[in-house]
């Protein structure tokens, strides 16, 4: 490796395992220039003409742009129902329309982390059977469709209105339409490409392009949705010579730009494009309060009525009807997101509120009715109770009881204080909503977790940040030619605006830097207690009741163990470093699983570590994904069905090939029971021993067993011998329950018989059958089937190093070609994550396994 290669890959690595503080820093970067950009641009524009601009639209113009808004969510969930039809599955609409809807009202106006659209697609998704691959495509599909749509609409519009577009960006309108022509060609080059549905290798990843027909439909949606959006702000506008063709340009600019920075729904980068682009041709002032009227149609409308047809479905109790059953169902997954995010706005909204100056006729009617030291408080109070409200929305996602008590007590002193502080309708009516809605659904927060020992993530510091920054940029924009002084930190009079905004903003800020530290100052990660012989015979007695083989592993009695509250169930993990990794799905009944998830997630983040689930199925992914986890896919686990396993005809010849073989060499097989096995332990050993010597490695831990007596001992051990010695064995890994059985720790001398292992594992299928067992575990193929998804993630660069290289750790190269000669089910199995990278997870994860750095690296 030269060094230029090594410094690509040192500064991919870095950016890797700091993605988490870098990209935020730069969304706050970005719209700390947009918000100067704003404020420059509006230096002669006053606050009170940007009121008088907003009160002067027009009803009728406002009812066209609600009308134009309701196109707009039409044509979006025509993106999903095209992409359900791209991944060929076929779901109800009413369900899907719900899904949808609820998925871009909260992804307008959220745009980031836990409130995005995409957690509302997984969870609605997820409740109406799809599975979390399918839902990843159906978020793919979507998110592509919707920015090569952009682009070609952006292209299509400059190519019409080159000359004005050049005019108003101050370029030769000839270098626009030559490059709307070169979009253009490339967009119709991939179409060209993909006419059959053909797939595209890009790197690792293959890409299975639209069909002719699936592009055209879509290309059509993201028209109507992006003219529809367009035209909402367009008829809020003041008539002016700039024609539809050339805005549609500007807004499709402004809304890529938005998207791109990554700013919670693009706010400020938009705006700042649009005051740029219009600032000539359009009154600033009027241009400011167009934007205003906008945000709260397009963004906020949508997102009250998801929350009220949410509210109306717990009031109306529909039950009895199966479509509404259905929505019942989606409702219980899309409540506490919608909560959330209404909660969000509503804290903003606060924070916003009290940098602005109240009407003179209500505070001529305060004054007449309230003392002033009450008013003073209501209103620097009220901007605490936002910021609180907008951080508490995280936990509202999270589904934490003690988040929904916050909320609520928030809401309602605020509810109360926006008519001491201000007649502020518009504002009561929107906390009434969200106490309303709080209130009907208070049982689905329910998750016992204290909020102050929440830690917020990098992002959502930034997010607050933003909101700060927010309201000083509204506070100056206000308050400009108010000249400073600090006298105005003490001056007390209903008609002192200004030192009460400063006093409002002051207090926000010390609460946003008292939450961001407390955040940032987490306790120093702990360890808990090592597990007893007790648990571990309890959990013994748990694993042997149900169906998952791969749970004996807690015989090994290396994990720690975390048992429900009833101590039915029981998850086992280890701790490397700040990560506690916990193995497998929960052991024990299904209806213990959500607990145990989110007490395992948060005892983690009590004791400054980070949750990690390895080697998931997909049956717990909605589970992780309530708690706040990311998956990504790991590998596939190979199952062959038992009662089907017969080696008569061509398809498993090979097998039967190599059973024949065996035979021939003089191989016998035979269990050894485990009241036997201890007789054996010797020759076991010796088999082991020279097995580990040839493959230069030492025994591994966590996921995989060890040769240890009390271990090897405690099940059947498979074996092979060659004129009555032992030359092959497997440890057999069974339940109660036979529904599955596996193998862990399989040796074989350096003299057996080429082929040994074949004939071993097919004789354990044959004995399992035999015995009544259902289905044979074969074990996970580390990154099978990840080459062929559509959107693989950008850690598989880092992850696949790792797993590429996996013959080292883990003695996985050939187990995928291994596996592959019994025809097996396969099943995709998950890495879940909490506040971290997936590639430090993995890290983290193959340190645990190799018994730490000098175990990975020494084998």
Known sequence: MNSDDRQRFSFSQFFENYRGYLIPLAVLLVFGFTAFAIYDLTTEVRYDDVIAALTATKWSSIGLAIFFTALSFVALIGYDMNALTYIGKRLRFLP????????YAVGNTAGFGALSGGAIRFRGYSRLGLTPDEVGRVIAFVTLAFGIGLLAVTALASLVTAPRIGAIIGIDGAWVRWLAILILVALSVLVIIGRDGREVVVGKVKLRLPDTRTSSQQFLITALDIAASASVLYVLLPQTDIGWPSFLAIYATAVGAGVLSHVPG???????????????????????GSLVLY????????????????????????????????????????????????????????????????PDSDLDILFNYLPLPLVESAHFLSSILGIVLFVTSRGLAQRLDGAWWTAVVCTALALLFSFVRALALFEAGFLVTLLVGLLLSAKLFTRPASLFRQALTPAWIVAMLILVAGALTILFFVYREVDYSHELWWQFEFSAEAPRGLRAILGVAIASAVIAIFSLLRPAATRTAPSTDDDVQRAISIVMSQDSA????????????????????????????????????????????????????????????????????????????????????????????????????????????????????????????????????????????????????????????AFREDYVSAQPVAVLRKEGRIIAFATLSL????????????????????????????????????????????????????????????????????????????????????????????????????SVGPAIAMMDATLLIGGGLRGVVGK
């Open 96 to 103: 899907v329309s719900m899904t949808a809807f609820s998925a």
């Open 735 to 834: 339940t109660d329950t036979r529904k599955e059985g596996t193998v862990d720790l399989m040796r074989f001398a350096p003299d057996a018989p080429k082929g040994s292992m074949d004939f071993l594992f097919v004789r354990i299928m044959e004995y399992l059958r035999d015995a009544g067992y259902r289905e044979f575990n074969l074990g996970m193929a580390p990154l099978a089937g990840m080459a062929q998804r559509e959107a693989a993630p950008a850690w598989d660069r880092v992850g696949s190093v790792v797993f590429e290289h996996g013959e080292r750790f883990y003695n996985f190269k050939g187990l995928k070609a291994f596996k592959s000669k019994f025809h097996p089910r396969w099943e995709p199995r998950y890495l879940a994550v909490a």
């Open 295 to 358: 945000r709260v149609i397009y963004h906020v409308l949508p997102l009250l009525v998801a929350t009220l047809f949410i509210i109306a479905l717990e009031v109306q109790q529909l039950t009895h009807h199966p479509v509404a059953s259905t929505l019942r169902k989606l409702e219980f997954r899309l409540a506490p997101l919608l909560l959330a995010t209404f909660a969000m706005i509503a804290g903003a909204m606060l924070v916003f509120s009290s940098v602005t100056p109240t």
């Open 266 to 288: 693009g706010l400020g980068v938009f705006e700042a494009i649009i005051v740029a682009a219009l600032g000539n041709a359009v009154d600033l002032d009027q241009v400011l």
């Open 550 to 705: 791969d749970a004996n592993l807690v015989r090994m009695g290396d994990k720690r163990l975390m048992f429900s509250d009833n101590g039915k169930a029981f998850i086992m993990y280890g701790i490397q470093g700040r990560s506690w990794i916990a193995l497998f799905d929960p052991v024990g009944p299904a209806e213990e699983t959500p607990e145990l998830v989110w007490r395992f997630v948060e005892e983690a983040r009590a004791q400054g570590g980070r949750a990690i689930f390895y080697q998931i199925s997909p049956a717990l992914l909605p589970y992780c994904a309530d708690a706040g986890l990311r998956a990504f896919r790991l590998g596939e686990l190979a199952i062959v069905e038992l009662p089907h396993f017969d080696l008569k005809g061509s398809r498993l010849s090979g097998l039967r090939q190599a059973v024949n073989k065996g035979l021939r060499e003089g191989l016998e097989f035979e269990v050894i029971q485990q009241a036997e096995v201890l007789a054996s332990i010797d020759a076991l050993r010796a088999v082991s021993d020279s097995w580990l010597a040839l493959h230069s490695t030492r025994e591994k831990t966590f996921s995989l067993g």
